[in-house]
């Protein structure tokens, strides 16, 4: 059994399969809002929208879509999960989450942190990850449950301290200034010694020099 999510864009000779498909299951939708959106999702230079095709064996199970808005109050939240249908006779073996998992990773590729999804659907925090933060109201009038997912963690910035530096930060400053230029390809060799002369001199301003600490531990010096 060979199965495959089929994304739109990748395959340009999808498209005529995926607005018939996406037709048939939402009728009450003009069809004309499918047929726009996903001719021109094929060449948009935009990460959005994306449309995808379940198919098992070639004959085509389900779908979805990813999208800055699935006609929901919250606009202040995006991308979001669309039309994501599976077969009713093909529930229960994973396909919906194949089509979930498809969507993140071009979520993830285009830089989005989080993906949002709209449905009536409990469980799905538990079964993908996905946490409910709230309601959302659609224009007809109806509400839906809105579920949130992080794609990506944001890496921590390290905490620096700047700080002027003591009389205690001499030698680790000197030996620092050493290293630092241990591996450089344009020095003479007594940078560390040119830094201790700099403190003697008349002109020098001890607020202006500087120290940074990362985790109380001395990373950096400067003289201004």
Request: aromatic share 12%; with cysteine.
């Amino acid at each position: 059994m060979r199965t495959e999510i089929i994304s739109v864009r990748e395959n340009p000779r999808y498209m005529d399969k995926a607005i018939a498909y996406l037709q048939s299951k939402w009728p009450d939708v003009p069809p004309m809002v499918y047929d726009d959106c996903i001719r021109n999702s094929v060449s948009t230079p935009g990460p959005l929208p994306q449309w995808y095709l379940l198919e098992v064996d070639g004959e085509t199970f389900g779908c979805a879509g990813l999208i800055t808005n699935d006609f929901i109050s919250r606009m202040d939240l995006w991308p979001w999960i669309c039309a994501l249908y599976v077969e009713e006779h093909r529930r229960g073996n994973g396909y919906g989450k194949l089509l979930l998992e498809k969507a993140e990773a071009d979520g993830r590729a285009a830089g989005f942190d989080y993906l949002y999804l709209a449905t009536d659907h409990t469980g799905l925090d538990e079964e993908y990850g996905y946490k409910y933060i709230g309601q959302g109201w659609h224009p007809w009038g109806d509400q839906s449950r809105i579920y949130k997912k992080r794609l990506k963690d944001r890496p921590v910035a390290p905490s620096y301290t700047i700080r002027p530096e003591r009389r205690e930060d001499y030698d680790e400053i000197y030996d620092l200034i050493k290293t630092a230029f241990a591996s450089a390809r344009v020095k003479d060799g007594d940078e560390q010694d040119f830094a201790a002369k700099l403190r003697e001199r008349g002109g020098f301003i001890p607020e202006l020099a500087l120290v940074a600490e990362l985790d109380e531990k001395t990373v950096e010096g400067g003289m201004l």
